[in-house]
């Protein structure tokens, strides 16, 4: 691997790092899928109850979309492991699910924490990995994530040390204040300065691997690990990502999910 440094100021206002680029491919690449979340918007909206189902196991056209999330990576020859963060409660569970499954990469469970940064942080302490060598984080509940968007950020994060998908920003974009009487807009953001983030987010070991360890120092917690990243120091590059590839949330996205295999494409994550 070649590495060329500069000279960087540190993001966190201490002395100038070493900025590093990278000009080779990684020697395997790893996923962590955290999929410790409670699922309180879909419990809301759908009124379920307590102890039912995380919305992982909800079913698309039959299929857990866990499973469908799985398949999709499983398709890339590339990835060699996928890491899954569970609630201590759902391990068995999981265990029982994935013995089920013939899928190619070697799939292992990890007890998550209360936050997905927590979650991540543990399923990071089980990996063993290289310089070398591309993590990628992908949320559980993103089932139309295709080969395309995969390997591209893949080779992002080869390439640059941090790469995330993204989509443009299509509506305008305002920032607000929160008030007693409301929000008040007290800017409107370019949009031509926006994306909007997905997943996966893929990094090189030693990039998120520093990221969360100084996180974790510091008592940080951030909106995904991205943030992390930018808070170290490292710039993070942006590949396209799909309108599709939507995050199920809710049971209208359940919906939409549905309608996207029914009527859509229906594109598998082929290699």
């Not at 990996?127 to 950020?153: G, K």
Request: hydrophobic share 40%; proline share 6%.
């Amino acid at each position: 691997m070649t590495v060329q440094q500069t000279n960087k100021p540190e993001a966190r206002g201490q002395e100038p790092v070493a900025a590093l680029i990278y000009t080779s491919f990684p020697v395997k690449v790893v996923v962590i899928i955290p999929a410790a979340g409670l699922g309180t918007r879909m419990a809301a909206q759908s009124g379920a109850r307590s102890g039912q189902p995380a919305k992982q196991f909800a079913e698309i056209a039959g299929k857990p979309i866990l499973l469908h999330t799985l398949e999709r990576f499983a398709a890339v020859p590339e990835v060699s492991d996928i890491y899954i963060a569970v609630r201590d409660s759902e391990t068995g569970r999981m265990h029982e699910f994935l013995s089920s499954q013939k899928l190619r990469p070697k799939l292992h469970v990890v007890i998550g924490g209360d936050h997905r940064q927590h979650s991540v942080a543990n399923a990071l302490r089980e990996i063993r990995a290289t310089d070398d060598d591309v993590i990628l984080v992908h949320d559980a509940v993103r089932p139309f994530v295709d080969a395309e968007i995969i390997r591209n950020v893949i080779e992002g994060a080869a390439a640059q040390g941090a790469a995330i998908a993204g989509l443009p920003a299509v509506d305008t974009i305002k920032q607000v204040e929160r008030t007693a009487n409301g929000a008040i807009i007290t800017s409107t953001v370019p949009r031509e300065r926006v994306v909007m983030a997905q997943t996966p987010q893929g990094f090189r070991y030693p990039v998120i691997k520093r990221a969360f360890d100084e996180a974790a120092q510091d008592g940080f917690v951030g909106t995904d690990e991205a943030s992390l990243v930018e808070r170290s120091g490292h710039q993070v590059a942006v590949v396209m990502g799909s309108p599709r590839n939507i995050k199920i949330t809710t049971p209208s996205d359940l919906e939409l999910a549905e309608f996207y295999f029914h009527h859509g494409d229906r594109r598998k994550a082929i290699g």
